[in-house]
């Protein structure tokens, strides 16, 4: 049985799910573990089948922010059910502040978003082979988290980046731009969202607190090849049909898929099975 979405009480901390594949066992269990922060980590997985069979490995998401994290979990979701139906172990974590995570993102600095992070690759290395797939503005942590695990002894057996935003200063000035946006109230507009982040130390875009000190370590990330240098690579990225191809800003193997952006708003969700394959893929070509 695989686990469905899971509807996960906020709490005090990151909230991560684990999709399984797994037979006649309770669905999830949780544990919880405390955060520099004082806050806690709840990790809850669905049971492996009994007995445990050998997975091919672990694979850890690294997720987008603000409303594309929402727009994409539908699509993220059906992902990692079919991964798990390989045998995967499929880890989705909200970030400290974010989605059903506790914790105010007014309050968040970027490192324990990585510290967190590599302590749950960390933990997932000790039971085998990990891959990192990080999505759209959750490609921008691969260059600290890698820094990090290269000081820790162990690395993942790959990353797989889905349409992968690679430059910091560009994907937060688009943010704002989405908050400028927002600021229009009839034909007056309100200051910009640079100038409040200047005057005041912070704005809100879609709900969430984005601070000046947060915003600026954002925008300082880059996601290069030498970044990923000795740690094995692909890229898959969607296209709409009829359109022209990106342009590569890495030299990773890419795979393009015809379908329309899964990240923004769309009345329904477009179908993850050419994403899924693309992903299997590029999975199987590292753990077997």
């Known amino acids: 049985m695989i ?14 799910v684990a999709f399984v594949a797994g037979v006649e066992t309770p669905l999830f269990r949780s544990r919880w573990m405390p955060l520099p922060a004082g806050e806690s980590t709840r990790l809850s997985f669905a049971q492996p089948p009994q007995p445990t069979p050998v997975l091919p490995g672990t694979v850890v998401f690294l997720p987008p922010f603000g409303d594309e994290m929402n727009y994409a979990r539908s699509t993220v979701a059906a992902t990692a059910r079919a991964l798990a139906t390989r045998g995967w172990r499929v880890q989705v974590t909200d ?15 970027l490192d324990l978003w990585v510290r967190d992070f590599a302590a749950e690759i960390v933990a997932a290395l000790a039971q085998g082979p990990v ?37 910091g200063a560009r994907t937060m000035a688009q943010f704002l731009r989405i908050a400028d946006a927002a600021a229009l109230t009839g034909s007056r507009r309100l200051k910009s969202a640079a100038q409040s982040l200047l005057e005041d130390g ?62 923004v708003a769309n009345e329904a969700p477009p179908s993850a099975t050419p994403l899924v394959a693309a992903t299997v893929a590029a999975l199987e070509q590292w753990c077997t």
């Open 202 to 263: 912070e704005i809100v875009v879609s709900g969430y607190t984005l601070t000046a000190s947060l915003h600026a370590s954002l925008a300082a990330l880059r996601l290069t090849d030498a970044a990923l240098a000795g740690v094995p690579t692909a890229c898959v990225e969607c296209v709409m049909p009829g359109l022209p191809l990106p342009v590569a800003r890495l030299a990773a193997p890419r795979t393009v898929v015809p379908l329309m952006p899964y990240w």
């Open 131 to 167: 891959v990192l797939w990080a999505c759209r503005q959750g490609a921008l942590l691969i260059d600290p988290l890698l820094q990090r695990l290269r000081e820790s002894g162990g690395l993942p057996q790959g990353v797989l980046l889905w349409d992968p935003l690679t430059d």
């Open 95 to 109: 970030p400290a502040g974010t989605g059903d995570s506790g914790g105010e993102l007014a309050s968040i600095q």
């Open 3 to 16: 686990a469905p979405d899971a509807s996960i009480a906020r709490s005090e901390g990151i909230t991560s």
